[in-house]
């Protein structure tokens, strides 16, 4: 007889997109989920979350005197997608942050 396990908690992704403007030199950036933080790569990530309720997820940069460029979505119980974030051009102004096509 053959057993079968279960797994204890079901887990989803979404993807997000991180992007740097052209010029310049900008600071990594920093994803916050469900207030753990975790650094991060410019480009396109998936990221694993909880499956059975709403998590939220911060995105900014850090220049070792401030953070900026601060930005934050939620992503829905048992929901998935894409996102894209767009760091601001100047360190007093928030990112951009949109659905991906």
């Known amino acids: ?9 079901t887990t989803r992704r979404f993807e997000l997109t991180l992007h740097k403007p052209w010029f310049g030199w900008f600071p990594k950036p920093t994803v916050v989920v ?3 933080a975790q650094p991060s790569q410019w480009g396109t990530r998936n990221w694993k979350v909880p499956g059975t309720e709403p998590v939220t997820v911060s995105i900014f940069l850090f220049n070792r005197l401030w953070k900026f460029g601060e930005a934050d979505f939620t992503v829905a119980a048992g929901g998935s997608g894409s996102w894209r974030y767009s760091a601001p051009w100047l360190p007093f102004l928030p990112g951009k942050l949109r659905p991906a096509a």
């Open 34 to 36: 469900d207030g753990v």
């Open 1 to 9: 007889m053959e057993r079968v396990i279960e797994p204890t908690s």
